[in-house]
């Protein structure tokens, strides 16, 4: 690895002589790489950045300021009344060197720069001051129309604080947050670098150097002040894609960690361990990855480095157990401690210490790298060598903790650090992996981040999440993990937020206490396993965590696309929008909406309670420009173009309001009952595309790597690209780019059209295939179609393909009186209906259950399983039943209605069963 870091720098210059001689050639590869040497060693960070910019990026303002041109919207500005200026990274930029055109001009005591965005203007030899620093637009069609120096910046959009320990909804504006402090640490806020007012700003004057090839601490920033001006507009995504490239780039987290997580804080032993585990793969709810709490270590102190031999007699057959199941593992630490006498590599540390340890501990430091990296390689890597992959830096001690100054150096971003690099500093390929707080700007760099305990579970913490977490990728910090755990006596909570976790960055099922305790004589304790639930609540709950798993393609796609452009996968609706008013809604309490993994989907989790009389959950959601399909439904919103769209709707508690682009493909991985566990690692050997209202034409593309070591970052990875078109009819291509053998040699195909007309022929690669309306498994050997009425979706399995070939799929449609616009809807209605009878039947008093009248809501929840069937037999009742939906719905809504005016000992059920009924939307 660290020979392709010094070539990608010494390779060009290679090129770049590629006329002279040989001799010359050797020669000049020498003097070259020494000049990169110099520049920028070999780091132990993700990528070999460069700190010192280009002399000819650089223009001086006379002696005591500078200013280093970045890209056409980001400039650095210092002021140094020493004259020395700060070229050693800092803990929030990196890189400064950067390919960029630009003219300057002095004139009169007037130094001028000018990109083809921006204007800055400085007066020579003034420090800097409103009257002396100035930066104006020359874009007439950017939204940043200028800045002074001073000028406050109102209209930022925000970034994010350390974590939620004991904190509500807080505000993430850092002025306003300034004196909060949890466990004796500040929040490290920071702003966002993209603002509604053009510019943001970027202040790192207080921050600290690092040693060449940011290695280590080295010294405060000797700059008196050390600004860099982002003018990017309303560019938002722009302006992130510099960021990243000035602080390095967001990791790609190994895959797995995209996956499903649990962990517990509870006194688990080898035993326990091996039942949570079979409740997840008997219950086929998927688990990817596995994490030991505090308890796993012997209980000395409150930290620890060793496993407790009352609990795990034979720790590395436990992990050995996990291993096999196709899991990995992680455990927690609390490192303020240090390392104790009764930790099994004390002797060892102390040794490398020179003998400097107490008898009792070696005292826990964040400034002594001989302490530090002995830590990690001789005190963890012990543990890692049984089976451990990553560490839960579970921090909690305060932010001057081993000897750091507190503010920018803290321990928090440090450790985090230290433990995101260890693979790269040891020299392997393994991609790192933490979970752990954020400590400041750069702390983007390591993946993934744990948002602390949960204060409370509230409704409004629920509601909190979503969109702290969004604002966060305001900052690059886009990967939060938090809590996912409700209270005993509201399940319907616990099932929202399993919901919302489904559509965030990481999901993890996690209780920091509550689940146990002395609670449990009282039966008043929280729910974190999602199976200890009724069935009303762990089948939604199932639900989520299946979909969460099939969704990784779009999830992982995502995870690139952060490391090549620094947008997160959960993206305030303002970065597609950001000139229009509503997208800038979302807050702490409403309007919990935000595009997942791309603008062809957003999500507004249900983060409110329902109504106690129809238990339907009131939702108020902007719809954006365009037209969007609603998964739930079926259902296609147009939104208006200048934004006035508003949606405001009833959701049932088996619902997610998840919106996609018409005419969008979402590529999704089948899970199969049975084979539920470490999924996530595994490459996908099943590949659904479902397109979501056949446009003229779509595509979608999923990445592939190994999923686990740094060989993305020199382009070893596949392609699958899926492309389509209609004209009447409806043809598809999919096939896989893969020159480094990533992907499998064989692989099972869907293609899945939602609100699609039945087909008079489907073909796959030439030939005619036939219709199998009993064909569930995404694994079918024989290639079939089926008709999913309950649905409204033509579901095509391709079987298994040849991945060096293409794979051709067409479809003719079935002559129709129906239009496939009509067809939206028809899930939701039958949905609701199977929803609305099943309360019914619970007292047995559904018309028509027992008499030979009624049975319109019978007939209607039983419409999706004939279409299926008409689908393939009969056209013409295919269509009569399409074309009577909206009546078939208006009688059986009256047909509840009448019940209404009957026994009312039976309103509980009727009145929920009426209003699915009237929420239904046709």
Known sequence: LGVIRWLSFAVPCIFNMAATRVIVVAVGFLLCSLVVAQDGPPSYELLNYNPVAGSDQVVMGGSSARFTVLTDNLIRMEYASSGKFEDRPTLAVLNRKLDVKYTHDMKDGQLTITTSSLSLSYTIGKPFAANSLKVTSVDDKSA????????????????????????????????????????????????????????????????????????????????????????????????????????????????????????RWYDFNSVDVKDIVKEYETRSIPLDVFILDMDWHKKD?????????????????????????????????????????????????????????????????????????????????????????????????????????????????????????????????????????????????????FSGDVSGLKWENLAYQPYFTMTSSNVGYGHWSHDIEGPSEDLEMYTRWVQWAAYSPVFRSHDRGMSGGGCYLGGSCSIVKPWNVPLQFSDPIREAMLGRAEMLPVIYNAAKEAYDTGVSLMRPMYYEFPELDAAYLANATAFQQYFFGSADMFV???????????????????????????????????????????????????????????????????????????????????????????????????????????????????????????????????????????????????????????PSSVTVNGKSVPMNMYSEKAQENQPSWRYDGNEATLVIHCGSQDLSKITNVTVSFASSTVSSSSLGGIKGAVSHAVLAKALLDHARITPGAHTATGGNLQLLSSVGDALSVEAARNMSAFDSRVHGMKMAVQDAMEEVQNMTKGDQKYMSLIQPALALLQSIDM
């Not at 202040?203 to 050390?226: H, P, Q, R, V, Y």
């Not at 001006?229 to 797995?256: E, V």
């Not at 560490?391 to 001690?397: L, S």
């Open 144 to 263: 940043f129309k200028g800045w002074t120096y001073g000028q406050p910046n109102y209209g930022n959009l925000l970034g994010t604080i350390k974590s939620l320990d004991q904190l509500g909804p807080l505000t993430l504006n850092c002025t306003e947050n300034a004196n909060v402090t949890v466990h004796s640490e500040q929040l490290h806020c920071e702003f966002g670098v993209v603002s509604r007012d053009g510019w943001a700003l970027v202040n790192d004057t207080d921050n600290w150097g690092l040693t060449k090839g940011a290695e280590w601490w080295d010294s405060m920033n000797i700059d008196d002040e050390d600004l860099y001006l982002f003018t990017h507009g309303h560019d938002y995504k722009a302006a992130l894609k510099d960021f990243t490239q000035i602080s390095g780039k967001i990791a790609m987290a190994p895959r797995y960690a995209h996956g499903i997580w649990w962990t």
């Open 604 to 758: 507004a989790p249900v983060v409110v309670q329902s109504n106690n009389m129809t238990n339907l959950s009131s939702v108020t959601i902007w719809i954006p420009p365009g037209n969007w399909i609603e998964k739930t439904s079926g259902v296609m919103h147009t939104g208006a173009a200048d934004g006035s769209t508003f949606l405001s709707k009833m959701y049932h508690l088996n619902e997610i309001p998840v919106f996609v682009k018409a005419g969008a493909v979402v590529p999704t991985r089948p899970i199969m009952p049975g084979n539920v566990l470490g999924r996530a690692h595994m490459s996908y050997d099943e590949l659904k595309f479902t397109v979501y209202g056949v446009n003229s034409s779509g595509m979608a593309q999923v990445y592939e790597d190994d999923g686990i070591t740094t060989g993305y970052l020199t382009g070893k990875s596949a392609s699958t690209m899926m492309t389509y078109s209609s004209n009447g009819g409806f043809s598809a291509s999919i096939q896989t780019t893969d020159s480094h053998s990533i992907a499998p040699t064989q692989r099972f195909y869907q293609v899945a059209l939602v609100n699609s007309l039945p």
């Open 301 to 449: 102190n409150w930290g620890g480095y060793t496993f407790d031999e009352h609990l795990f007699v034979y720790p590395e057959v436990t992990l050995g157990y996990l291993k096999n199941k196709g899991l990995h593992i992680g455990a927690n630490l609390h490192d303020a401690n240090g390392v104790g006498n009764y930790d099994k590599q004390y002797n060892a540390m102390n040794a490398a210490l020179g003998g400097t340890c107490s008898p009792k501990a070696c005292e826990f430091s964040m400034v002594n790298k001989s302490y530090v990296y002995a830590l990690e390689d001789i005190v963890l890597h012990d543990v890692e060598k049984m089976g451990m992959d990553l560490w839960w830096i579970d921090w909690q001690q305060g932010g001057k903790m081993g000897g750091c100054a507190g503010g920018k150096q803290n321990p928090t971003i440090w450790t985090d650090k230290i433990r995101a690099t260890d693979h790269q500093r040891r020299g392997n390929d393994t991609r790192g992996l933490i979970l752990a707080r954020f400590g400041g700007l750069g702390s983007h760099r390591y993946q993934v981040g």
